[in-house]
């Protein structure tokens, strides 16, 4: 087993790599390509239009222009790669107001700001010595590349343009990167603007203060300069964008995973392995949308139906029917609702032996489990006044301690200080966390510190996209599973699976009716994909398994709240 985890983790490892490595590669495929048409449109001049033409060929033909080329496809190569390992696939929420604004001042944030402040202060300065007739200083030119590439983090960042979002239906990548062109460039040039309006602002301002060292207003209303600032601001902005999406591209395309295998590298691989990779946020969303789309073909589920050899045993949707619903019931006990034992998976427990002291019978053995689980055997020393005094020691092998004797008094003593120095530190230590807590009773910082209403179970609800995923695959497959379940293995889960949803029904809906404005929360559309994705598997087990409703062993408790699908 240990063996089948490392070499999955390899592969899953591998897989991600080769997808930023293959977006990286088409970008810089990509960018002398897109240069040449940016740079055919800054050397654009309608008052001599074959002039400017020959101005664009001999700079395209030149070799400082594929230089240029070769260096800026570098460093947003090191932009992407940064935003590659900022992206996320859970949205991220903030539990009180203070986190709320200070949302994107992290550790993810302030190295995506400095990647993107580096490639934009490259390219801003390489390419003020690109365009050379260009009245203003390389330095301006780098500090427009920094401040550019300072607004695109923070408006990334603030509009959740990090999280990885995967569509279900798949298109073929040119498809997917063609239909989306067109948008990339339109927010690019929208992004670039605000951008160039935040500048202007800062070194107008900035000028009042500091002359020498920011733009003044005879550089403002510069008409070249304005058009070089927008010709720069709107190649970084486009190209970052473009980047973006055949990142987002390459790392949401669907795999399709072996459901069976016999090898170790397909066992390591398959899907039921897939979904369990916790390690892997981005495989097992992949594995949760392919065992998805499994459950709508009528080819692919046949394995998830079949007995494994040897032993004839339903090994793969034993492994599905447990993955799903371990993932459903812990959504369920987040969202606030208790789910009966039954309905909990429960640990083999086992109780191991402990050896305690009787005053009367010298040594035995503890059956107690709460004896069992200190591992600890208790010793009988003299104090002072000759009372028995216990002190907890570990022992092995059961071997009785010696007693205490009077000449270890100092050993005590000793231990006593160090205690009583270790105090102290510890005093030291709870100090701030002791000032927070006084300082967030007072009403005003209470209301920046004070957890949001709701907060925990709205983090759940909007990261609850693999479990979107497992509830419709396990209720097509349930649904399937009547005429094409040859051998049963469905029936004796059929409960369980449907308890689960049930369940899990109950709690989405009391977290809907109980949540404060729930139009303006984030995720909104997931909450209620994930309530509508319930309702209708529900409705469609109840309507497949109708004549059999009273034979499939459903708690009383769940069984009304389960036949009223089949009367609406």
């Known amino acids: 087993r240990v063996r089948y985890q490392l070499v999955g983790k390899m592969l899953t490892g591998e897989i991600c790599r080769w997808r930023i490595g293959a977006s990286c590669f088409w970008q810089c495929m990509v960018c002398p390509a897109f240069l040449t048409v940016f740079t055919a449109f800054y050397y654009v001049e309608p008052r001599r239009p074959l002039g400017c033409i020959g ?15 070769g260096a800026a496809a570098l460093l947003f190569t090191v932009s992407t790669i ?45 390419a003020g010595r690109l365009c050379s007739h260009v009245s203003w200083e390389h330095s301006s030119s780098g500090a427009l590349g920094f401040w550019l590439g300072l607004y695109f983090t923070m408006d990334t960042v603030w509009k959740g343009k990090h999280i990885i979002r995967f569509p279900f239906l798949q298109q073929p990548r040119l498809f997917r990167v063609k239909n989306k062109l067109w948008d990339v460039v339109v927010v690019g040039v929208e992004t670039a603007l605000k951008a160039i309006r935040g500048f202007y602002c800062v070194n107008i301002i900035g000028s009042i203060f500091f002359p020498d060292v920011f733009l003044g207003i005879q550089d403002a209303i510069n008409l070249s300069l304005f058009y070089y600032c927008i010709f720069l601001s709107t190649l970084l902005t486009v190209y970052w964008r473009l980047g973006q999406l055949l990142l987002m591209t390459f790392l949401t395309e669907a795999i399709v995973f072996p459901i069976l295998g016999t090898s170790i590298q397909q066992q390591a691989n ?17 594995a949760y949308l392919d065992l998805a789309r499994v459950s709508t073909s009528s080819v692919r589920r046949q394995p998830v139906f079949s007995l494994s050899q040897p032993g004839s045993q339903p090994k793969v949707w034993q492994s599905i029917c ?12 987040r969202l606030g609702v208790k789910l009966p034992d039954s309905s909990l998976p429960q640990p083999e427990v086992q109780s191991l032996p402990l050896i305690v002291h009787s ?28 009372a028995e005094l ?45 000032v927070i807590e006084r300082l967030k009773k007072n009403p005003v910082i209470s209301y920046f510190f004070a957890e949001l209403p709701d907060a925990d179970k709205n983090i759940h609800l909007t990261n609850s996209q693999c479990h979107l995923w497992a509830v419709q695959a396990l209720c097509a497959l349930v649904s399937a599973s009547y005429e094409e379940d040859k051998y049963g293995v469905v029936q004796r889960d059929l409960s369980g699976v449907i308890s689960s949803l049930l369940w899990l029904l109950k709690a ?29 598997g529900l409705t469609s087990i109840a309507v497949t398994f109708a004549d059999h409703i009273k034979d499939l062993n459903i708690p009383p408790e769940r069984l009304d709240c389960f036949s009223y699908f089949l009367r609406h």
């Open 82 to 126: 940064g935003f590659a390992s900022a992206t996320s696939v859970h949205l991220e929420l903030s539990k009180t107001r203070a986190k709320l604004l200070l949302k994107p001042f992290s550790a993810r944030f302030w190295m995506l700001v400095g990647l993107h402040c580096l490639a934009g202060t490259g390219i801003g300065l390489l």
């Open 55 to 69: 101005d664009w060929l001999s700079l395209v033909t030149s070799t400082r222009f594929w230089l240029f080329c």
């Open 390 to 434: 216990w002190s907890a020691s570990p022992v092995s092998h059961g071997h009785c301690p010696t007693p205490a004797r009077a000449n270890q008094t100092s050993g005590l003593s000793q231990e006593s200080r160090q205690i009583q120095v270790l105090k102290g530190l510890l005093s030291l230590w709870n100090i701030p966390k002791q």
């Open 508 to 536: 989405v809906e009391l977290h809907t009716k109980q949540s404060v404005a729930l139009s303006q929360q984030e995720g909104i559309e997931l909450k209620l994909e994930l309530r509508s994705a319930l309702q209708q």
């Open 322 to 333: 447990q993955e799903c619903t371990r993932l459903l019931n812990d959504l369920t006990v």
């Open 359 to 386: 005053r009367q019978s010298g040594w035995i053995d503890s059956p107690l489990p709460s004896l069992a689980n200190d591992r600890m055997i208790y010793r009988r020393n003299r104090g002072h006044h000759g």
């Open 270 to 286: 398959l899907l039921t392995t897939a979904i369990k990779s916790a390690h892997s946020p981005v495989i097992q969303h992949l």
